[in-house]
Structure formats: C-alpha cells, structure tokens
C-alpha cells in the first residue's frame, strides 16, 4: 500500500506536531479510573477534561498546553456513546477504535481547524475534495445556527451543495450525560466510484447510517459543559476539540470499502484462520454471508483488541461496571468463536493476542508489556465461560423450543433472566442468540423478570440497601454493587 496503515498515523501526528506547533500528548489510558462519570475512555478529549472546565491543576502540565495531538486509544460498548451491536454487522464501527486528534485550548478557534482538516485530508492525504462533505450545527430553540462555520467551509473552497446542516444528534457533541460539550462540523467520505467520471450527490446519505457514505472526522467547537441538571454553562473559554477514526481513514486511503479490508484488521484475520482453519474472509455482510463467518471473523477481532486494550490498562473482567463490559464482550466474542468456527474455548483468544501486540506494540507498549497478563487474564475467563456455555445453550434451546411450540416469536424475559442468573448470559449475547431463530427479546419484560428477582432476593437481605435501576444490557452490575461508583451516573452502567 501506498498508505500503509501505520504512515497514515506518523503523517496525521507529523502534520500536527511537528508543521504546526501542537504538543505530542500519549494517549491516556482506555479505563479512566479517576473519572466516575465516565465507562470507557469515548474520545480523544476525556483527559483534557479538566483544561475545559478551567479546573485544570496550575502545576500540572496540561496547564500550559496549548496545542496538543495524538491517537487516542477508545472503546465505546456502553455508555452514552456504545457501538457494540453494530459490530460485526458494518464495516466501520469498532468497540475499541483509534481516535487521531488535534486541540486547542484556548489558542486557535473555528478558521484554524477548518484549515487543518481540510489541509491535511486534500493536500496532504491527497482526498480528492469531490468526495467529501462537510456539516455544521443547524441550531434549535436555545442555540443559534452555525453559520460561522458554515461560512468558513465556503470560503476554503467547499461548494454549497457539499455543506449541510444537521441536527443536536449529529452536530452537537457531548462526552456523556455530564461534561465539556458544543456544536461540531464534521467530514464525511463518499465511499461510492463514479460514473463515467462523475461524482453522484451524495448530501441524503450523509448522517444517514449508509456505510458508503461514511463520516471521517468531528470538528468540536467546545464552548459549554452539561451540567447535571441537564443545563448547558458556559465555558471559561472557547476550545477545539477534534477527532478522526483512524480505522476510517486508513480505510479512505487505501481505496477500500470496509475498515475490515486495511491492513489493520487483515493480520489478525490472517491469525484467526491460523488458529481456526476457516474459510477465507471474504468481507460480506448480513445476508450476503449466509454461513455467518464474516461476521464472526469480524466480531473476533474487533473483540480481542477490546479485550486486549481493556487488560492492559486494568479493566479485569468481572461482575460490575467496567469489569462487566470486558466480561460481556468476551463471552459474546467466545460464543461467536465456538458457533462460528467451531472452536474449543478456554485458550482461544490468548492466541490471537500476540499478533496483535505485534501490530501495535509499537505505537502502545503497554500491550507488550502486559501480554502475558493479558493472555493469562483471557484464558481464566474464557475457561471459566466455557463450563457454562454448553449448558447455557441447551437451557437457550429448550427456551427457544418452548416459544416456537406455543406459535410465539417472542422469548419471554424470565427465561432470558434465567439465562443470565444461572449460566452467566449476558443480555446482548441471548439477544443475538434469539435474534438467530427468529425470536425477539422485550426489554420490558426483562426488566420486569430483573425486578421480581430483585423483590425476592430483597426479601432475603436485610432492608436499606439502595438499588440503583440498571439498563437491561448492564445487569450483572447487580451483583456486585459495591463497585459501581456511588454516583447518578452508576444507572447508565
Ligand atoms: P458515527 O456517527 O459514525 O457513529 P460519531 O458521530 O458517533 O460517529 P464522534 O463522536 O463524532 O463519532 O467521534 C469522532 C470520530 O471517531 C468519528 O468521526 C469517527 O470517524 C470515529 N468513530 C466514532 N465511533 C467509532 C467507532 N465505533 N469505530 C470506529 N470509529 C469511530
Ligand atoms: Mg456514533
Ligand atoms: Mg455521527
Ligand atoms: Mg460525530
């Protein structure tokens, strides 16, 4: 490849860094410990959090930061922001992602970064401008339309058909229930040939969830902070906050569909088939893979750099919170492995991992050095996964027996319940399981059968203990409460 996977991150941060007076800032770790309101590490601005805010310490030395950039390391499986049930079904969202960056604080503003972007990506990534789009915060009840940046992106060259407005959904980002938030202009990348040299208009299928027409890079103009009670306060000052899929964007460059054909997925592939002895990855989706092994050459990678990530920084596998995510995306990805490709479990993902941190130990040595951790952590957790896998999907069997038997497409929630309490099923993974016979899964009725087990077992305990209400994908956090943060937040774990 012209652009190989890894000189498209050395150009992103040497444009930045060394043409253009930005700070090289490592990314922080993907399990942001001293953040409560935070699951996962979602973007490239979490550890700047503090510089927006202005609470930021005098003696640190994110005080006298300016300009920084990076590639941030990110999971996004829960939470405000939570790809996981999309993965193994498109081709560009990932649980664990790169998140190429560029800040400001407090130092340039709008006209800056809009040169930025659109300098790197035409000039120096050679994108031709044709495909591109670019949006702008169209404003609602309390906030005013974008126009400011709306106009920035004419004057640079953008033709108006090429500049849209969107909506708080798409063009007003922020981190979480809570925090630094603002209006964003973002760059999509139409994926689709011409036709006979000519460029289709490709403005409704931006924002549109159509995996041709693909969004690339997120321009933030950070100006206010979600406070709790869902007020927006301004900030002490104005901020750029950016942030571009790595994957994405190697995926751009190297002419590709899918991010799953780039070099950053390929190897792994190469490995799983190594281990597995499956067909080869032919890239198809949905129904164009009937046997269901794309999606879960997919699903296995994408999952063990979740998991490999995840160990490194410290997020174990357990029963509450983040522990839960790690566990959940483990069992889900062992039960692709053993359906799939028909595999043992209980040593398969520690496999994978080496040619991982081959890959990328470079750019984070910290999977290098935690590797055999990282293995060792794996293989208890699959082994100890593995004893009730096989009883949990015959229990699943039964179940789904039942249903059909009674002429039902629905699997009632006690039973998915049951699944969960006595074989460790995460909701997600029946909900997959369900959705392969035809069945359907009610939220309603699950929380409903989580509530009649919670009245039984409080019947048992001493009274006082505060429950907090928990999302159906989040149940094991039930077990363990003690670890979930003692904040508002600890509900949308
Ligand atoms: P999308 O609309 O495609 O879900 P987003 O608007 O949620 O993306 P942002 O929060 O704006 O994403 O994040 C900045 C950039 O990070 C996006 O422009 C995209 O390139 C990339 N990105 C976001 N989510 C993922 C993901 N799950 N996997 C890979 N890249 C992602
Ligand atoms: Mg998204
Ligand atoms: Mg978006
Ligand atoms: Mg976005």
Same mark, same amino acid.
Request: glycine share 12%; no cysteine.
């Given at each position: 490849h012209e652009w190989s996977a890894k000189k498209v991150r050395d150009t992103f941060l040497e444009y930045f860094n060394q043409k253009n007076g930005h700070t090289f800032v490592p990314s922080s770790s993907?399990?942001?410990?001293? @953040? !409560?309101?935070?699951? +996962?590490?979602?973007?490239?601005?979490n550890q700047y959090k503090s510089i927006f805010l202005g609470t930021? @310490? !005098?003696?640190?030395? +994110?005080?006298?930061?300016?300009r920084a950039s990076n590639s941030q390391k990110c999971i996004r499986a829960g939470g405000k922001h939570n790809d996981l049930d999309d993965v193994g079904k498109d081709s560009y969202h990932h649980t664990f992602f790169e998140m190429l960056g560029n800040w400001s604080f407090g130092d340039y503003f709008k006209k800056e970064t809009i040169h930025f972007s659109w300098e790197l990506l035409t000039?120096?990534?050679?994108?031709?401008?044709?495909?591109l789009y670019v949006t702008y915060f169209e404003g609602n009840d309390d906030l005013e339309p974008d126009l400011e940046a709306k106009e920035l992106w004419k004057s640079i060259g953008v033709p108006e058909d090429h500049i849209l407005p969107g909506d708080m959904k798409d063009n007003f980002w922020e981190m979480g229930d809570q925090g630094p938030c603002g209006p964003c202009s973002e760059l999509h990348y139409d994926l689709r040939e011409p036709e006979n040299g000519v460029y289709r208009n490709a403005a409704s299928l931006v924002n549109a969830d159509d995996p041709e027409v693909i969004e690339i890079w997120n321009n933030v103009f950070m100006q206010y902070n979600r406070e709790k009670d869902r007020s927006l306060r301004p900030l002490p000052n104005k901020h750029i906050d950016t942030g571009m899929g790595y994957e994405r964007l190697v995926c751009v460059l190297q002419g590709k569909k899918s991010n799953y054909d780039t070099d950053v997925f390929t190897p792994l592939f190469k490995r799983i088939q190594e281990i597995t002895?499956?067909?080869?990855?032919?890239g198809k989706f949905g129904a164009e893979d009937p046997d269901g092994i794309d999606t879960a050459y997919r699903v296995v990678a994408d999952h063990v750099r979740l998991l490999t990530f995840a160990i490194a920084d410290?997020?174990?596998?357990?029963?509450?919170?983040r522990g839960y995510v790690v566990r959940r995306v483990l069992r889900r990805g062992a039960r692709y492995a053993r359906k799939y490709f028909e595999v043992e479990i209980g040593n398969f993902f520690s496999k994978i991992v080496p040619t991982l941190v081959e890959q990328m130990g470079e750019m984070f040595p910290e999977i290098r050095k935690k590797e055999s951790d990282i293995k060792e952590i794996l293989d208890e957790e699959e082994k100890s996964f593995a004893k009730s896998l096989d009883r949990g999907e015959a229990m699943f069997e039964k179940y789904a027996q039942k249903s059909k038997a009674k002429g039902s497409n629905d699997l009632p929630g006690d039973d998915v319940w049951r699944l969960y309490d006595t074989?460790?099923?995460?909701v997600d993974l029946t909900k997959i399981m369900a959705e392969e016979r035809g069945l359907n899964i009610n939220d309603k009725d699950v929380e409903d059968a989580q509530n009649k087990a919670r009245e039984a077992s409080k019947g048992e305990k001493k009274a006082g203990a505060t429950l907090v209400k928990l999302d159906v994908h989040d149940l094991g956090a039930l077990e363990n409460m003690n670890d979930v943060p003692k904040t508002d937040d600890s509900a949308k774990y």
């Open positions: 993907v399990v942001p410990l001293s @953040d !409560p309101t935070l699951l +996962f590490t979602n973007a490239g601005m930021v @310490d !005098p003696a640190s030395d +994110f005080a006298q930061l300016k000039k120096v990534y050679g994108i031709d401008p044709r495909r002895g499956a067909r080869d990855y032919r410290g997020g174990v596998p357990n029963n509450a919170g074989y460790g099923f995460p």
